[in-house]
């Protein structure tokens, strides 16, 4: 499989603070990376830096072999590389239905597209995956009044909605609650098999990321430490000092 | 639609057609009222549907007189020889060459005022809030004194233009429907752009501009076409104007910051911001208690006004139709729908 994203010898300093030292990573075309590490280690630096939020110091960011570390965010989004954020957003006064067909991918429509109205498609496609995360008998409600859980679920939704390549997810089961997790992982894999996008994950809980990715990353300090499957983390001596804080 | 809002907007429209007839004396005022409501319904296209509050919006009406002027004189004569004659020489104008002018003015300075707007917000939307408001507002600033400074356009004295060919009385009638036709279009185009994708992107740039970059949105190109057409309409009512008023100057009556500049900001909130009826609803209230008061208050007009404002944007921020909203959800189909079944909590 050929890789998606690639990220050669990336550097992110904030004043003297070194986020990130010449991190290379590479995330398969169809499949799902991980991507942990220890509180401050610099992955949502990383995930900032692939999406265009911030310029880097050094190295490359390539996504579909076309070098985008010098584009802005808007429109590394039109490429179809998205993200979800750390901090969920939606649009807090809206309802889960307009959240979604707000989300429709506007790339992917003219400007006399946009001012159309919505279609039958459109609503039926935003029920479908309101009813994908769960939150079909929710969707005339307020999105605000939205559990936290719940507004992750639909941030999830909305990304779906967008008809991304590939998708960055930064904590996607942060403050949900436990049962719901296995349902998350569930559909984090359908999302990735069904609907054929490459995802990209940061993740703090080991059960989800190791349940899930295929390939996984280890960041500590700001560096790259290990890579592997699953099973080569677990038992990789490095990653366990990093974690315990072993030096 | 419903029978009951068809019933609704055959009332209104009826209304629009009498009104001028029933009031006779008050041809000017109602022509304004329709001003005010054109004024109010585009200023909320950007402010309250977008979430970026012009302050420079006059500048469309400053230009749109302009324009109008310039084209409807720049077809018969030398606009510099007429301007510099200032009404002392003799231009007469054909009733055909009058209307052709204007209408060729009117649209041309429509036109006119959404190019600039694009070529504008290229550089005022990089600033957010205040400083939106603020940068937009010294364009409008900018442009007054730069054209009372330009003596081809009339400098300081501004710009006469010829009067209504006919009885005066009917001219009053004839402006007051050409407002009130600019009127109508903006509320039913502003109807449907509400309700279509593009409407939904914009209210998304309002309530998270970050969030809409980063879903791919096409956020600086939906904002330049928003305000185009915003500048449009106002552009388009700033030529009647000029028409209307038969004699305007930059700084007083043309970019007129303070007065219309900020009143068009008034009339929205006072009637409900980012709704589509509010700004219509405002705009109406407005100019009911501004012509009040500047006929029986005289003296303390500004003072009254001033209050207005201040309780407005103080107590009562989601103005008549979101104060309505929040009272009657009923009227608006907001209603609480039964539980669906499985929905547990």
Redesign the interface.
Known sequence: MSSIIEVQGVSKAYGGVIANREVSISVKQGGITGLIGPNGSGKTTLFNSV?GYHPIDAGSIKFEGKEISKLP??EI??LGL??T?QQT??????NGI?NM???????K?S?W??????SRADYEKADRLLEFVGLY??R?LKSGDLSFGQQKLLEFA?ALM?EPTCLLLDEPTAGINPTLINGLIERLKRANSEFGITLFIIEHNMRVIMNIAETIYCMAHGEMLAQGTPDEIQNDQRVIDAYLGAH | MSKNKIIFYALILAATFIAPFLFPNFGTQLATMWLMIIVALTWDMTGGQMGYNSLGNIFFYGTGMYVAAVISIGLVYDVGDYTNAAGGGIYAFTDAQYFSGLLLGVVGAGIFCSITAVLIGYVTFGLRGPYFAIGTLGVAIAAGELVSNWEWVGGGQGIALPVYPGDLDVGKIFFYFLFAAIGISVFVFARW?Y????G??I??IR??E??????????L??KL?TWAMAAFFVGMAGGVSAFQLIHFEPLESAYQTINLGIFMVVCVLLGGKGTLWGPVVGAVLFHLFKEVTWNYFLGWQWVALGALIVVTVVYFQDGVMGWLTHKRPEWFGIKV?AK?A??TE
């Open positions: 999406v965010v808007q989004a039109r998205l993200r954020f957003r939606i649009y807090g006064k809206m307009e067909l707000i989300s429709l991918p506007h790339r429509m400007i597209d946009a001012l159309k109205t919505y008998e929710k005339m909305m967008n | 752009l309700g279509t994708r593009f939904a992107a209210n998304a309530d998270d970050e969030k809409a970059d980063a879903m791919g949105i096409h956020a190109r939906y076409i729908e669906v499985g929905e």
